[in-house]
């Protein structure tokens, strides 16, 4: 990897001021690209927590500022929120002496599909993937188009390879709805991976409801076992059930190189 002398990386990410969970991946992948010693100096930033994205840009020494957003899909925040947050002006922004990319977000990355195709993997290792159905959970709605689209995106990926009997997309509050996911699948393996970048309110306490492995909303992630119970034997089929692909330790190596992409705007 090479070595970015004079460069601070900003990950960017939305943060909760109800889940403490929600910014935790982060975190995590900042510290292990802290470890590896490849920048002056890494930061996080948070739309909901702090450190706030007003505040982030202070006290940075290094004339190259690489601004990474941790999110899945391109819509609302990475191009409206982050960039007038941060005042940035294009994938490009000059102050001073400073130069400021800004990255593309990480879910839209091509390494995504093989972040996706190994947390299945890991989820459900004994599972015969041409006898089992995986399916990619969105939130859907109006609330965020785009990350419908993303999950979308990513089983069209998914299906050309052939690896499972059955690829399918399935949404939180938006038709293939994740609650019938019995239904909709024709194989007896079911595994179910969350297209969200933290073990949030959604995979882990709205989700699991929807599936029918919890019958209320539960603790936050920190305090739940729900991805530790694998397999659930509900509806006549066998449930697997990931934790959100933003945990997964590959993301750092997308992040990177979001990060390395930017030079190529130049």
């Given amino acids: 990897m090479h070595h970015f002398k004079d460069t601070t990386l900003i990950i960017v990410g939305h943060g909760s001021t ?49 601004v990474v957003p941790n999110f899945i899909s391109e819509g609302y925040f990475t191009q409206k929120v982050i960039p007038r947050e941060l005042e940035l002006n294009g994938s490009i922004t000059h102050r001073g002496s400073q130069k400021i990319f800004y990255a593309d977000p990480v879910g839209i990355h091509p390494l995504m599909t093989q972040a996706l195709l190994q947390r299945a993997q890991e989820t459900a290792p004994n599972v015969p993937p041409d006898q089992t159905t995986l399916f990619i959970v969105g939130h859907g709605t109006a609330l965020n188009e785009n990350s419908a689209k993303a999950a979308k995106d990513q089983v069209a990926l998914i299906q050309k390879m052939n690896r499972y009997a059955e690829v399918l997309p399935a949404y939180m509050e938006e038709a293939p709805l994740i609650s019938d996911w019995d239904s909709l699948s024709s194989q007896q393996h079911v595994v179910v ?35 530790r119970r694998n397999p659930y034997h509900l509806r006549g089929k066998t449930l697997y059930y990931a934790s959100s692909i933003g945990t997964e330790p590959m993301m750092v190596e997308v992040i990177l190189d979001q990060a390395t992409s930017c030079f190529a705007t130049e």
């Fill in 193 to 227: 991976v969350p297209f969200f970048i933290s073990d949030g309110l959604h995979s882990y306490q709205d989700i699991p409801v929807l599936l029918g492995i919890e019958k209320e909303i539960g603790p936050a992630a920190s305090q739940a076992e729900v991805f």
């Fill in 18 to 66: 109800e889940n403490p969970d929600s910014s935790e991946p982060t975190h995590e992948h900042a510290d292990t690209i802290r470890q590896r010693g490849i920048f002056e100096e890494v930061r996080c930033a948070f739309w909901k927590e702090e450190p706030s994205l007003r505040e982030v840009l202070y006290g940075i020494k290094s004339n190259t500022v690489i």
